[in-house]
């Protein structure tokens, strides 16, 4: 496997260079966490077109398990295999997939497979990020460009958490442009399939771009059998809506507020958050991020991050400076990390 994957970051390199419109990144990050020690990350993609691309990530914890991810984007075919994100819809925004995907395009149309373990991961949060992919699924799906504004992405989940379920979902995206902006709004729905029985769910997602500002919303109901692979909890009905608009030509706040309510649990929980980002020069930025979750059954949840962000190289590196801070109900821990990112 050591043979194979430096074999792949060679031939990333060296791969016909004389495209025009060659361009890559190359991003180096390590991060010391009080609970999980020193987790180090190595990503490497070069794109030799825009349907022509490959990438190499590798992610190594002394603690843990080593981990990576290889990806071919060519114009007929794509293959993942190792640790990724699929992002297939709203229901698997946050499904994280140890195995492999691959994909066949033709005209305006897509087909995916996906085999692997997955489990719900926020890739931002230490804790759930360290968690194991422990649930068998095998994803199969159509994806296809209906108009130049409509999209459709259908898929059939097989579940195998001790026994064989189904999860069957259609996703519709609909996209309009505006005098100063854009709008897209995203409509999910989800049929489980369990000791036949049929639990539907259904998510609903819009975002309205006007000039310099954005606006973001998030609505849906999570039936308390289906398992999570997003934001929702089983059971939750609610959704959280965000907010941007710069206060001046450098301060750029996001504020976030929202509401779920668990009928699995009795449980009301409220969501609050703001992201924020100041120039400071034009080599210098800093940018923080507070979330807050309280909860009716004292399930509290709290996340801050801060960050100084750098570039050098006329702009071609992006160095960032970090400390993240989480508690839970059970444990808390605090990171502080280095991320290197170049462009090439």
């Known amino acids: 496997m050591r043979k194979t ?17 060659e361009w890559g990144n190359l991003e180096i990050s390590t991060e010391v ?32 398990v080593f981990s990576y991810k290889i990806f071919l984007q060519t ?5 993942i295999y190792g640790k990724f994100y699929p992002y297939l819809n709203l229901m698997t925004e946050n499904l994280e997939l140890k195995g492999h995907q691959i994909s066949f395009y033709l005209y305006n149309n897509e087909i995916f497979y996906l085999s692997g373990y997955g489990a719900r991961k926020f890739f931002d949060l230490p804790y759930y990020y360290h968690l194991p992919n422990e649930i068998p699924l095998k994803i199969l799906g159509w994806n296809s460009k209906i108009t130049d504004n409509k999209y459709i992405n259908l898929s059939l989940t097989s579940i195998n958490d001790g026994q064989e379920n189904y999860l069957i979902d259609i996703s519709l995206l609909n996209k309009a442009n505006l005098p100063l902006g854009n709008i897209n709004i995203i409509q999910n729905a989800s049929l489980y399939l369990k000791d036949s029985v049929i639990y539907g769910s259904i998510l609903n997602s819009a975002s309205l771009s006007l000039g310099s500002l954005s606006i973001k919303g998030l609505l849906g109901y999570l039936n308390p059998n289906t ?31 929202g509401y779920f309510y668990n009928f699995k649990d009795s449980e009301h929980k409220f969501n609050l958050g703001i992201n924020l980002t100041c120039n400071l020069s034009n080599y210098l930025s800093l940018s923080s991020s507070i979330r807050y979750v309280l909860s009716s059954k004292n399930n509290n949840w709290s996340y801050m991050q801060l960050a100084l962000n750098f570039p050098t190289l006329q702009g071609t590196m992006w160095n960032s400076i970090y400390l993240k801070y989480e508690k839970n109900t059970t444990q808390e821990n605090t990171s502080l990390g280095l991320k290197i990112t170049y462009q090439f």
């Open 227 to 257: 398992p999570s692979f997003c934001i929702f909890d089983p059971g939750d009905i609610g959704g959280i809506i965000s907010l941007s608009l710069p206060l001046s030509s450098t301060i750029f706040p996001e504020y976030m507020l």
């Open 75 to 79: 114009l007929y075919i794509k293959f």
């Open 33 to 64: 966490n009080s609970v999980y020690g020193q987790d180090y990350i190595f990503s490497v993609e070069k794109w030799w077109s825009e349907n022509l691309g490959a990438g190499l990530s590798l992610f190594y914890n002394p603690n843990s």
């Open 5 to 21: 994957i430096l074999i792949f970051i060679v031939l990333i390199f060296i791969v016909s260079p004389a495209f025009s419109q």
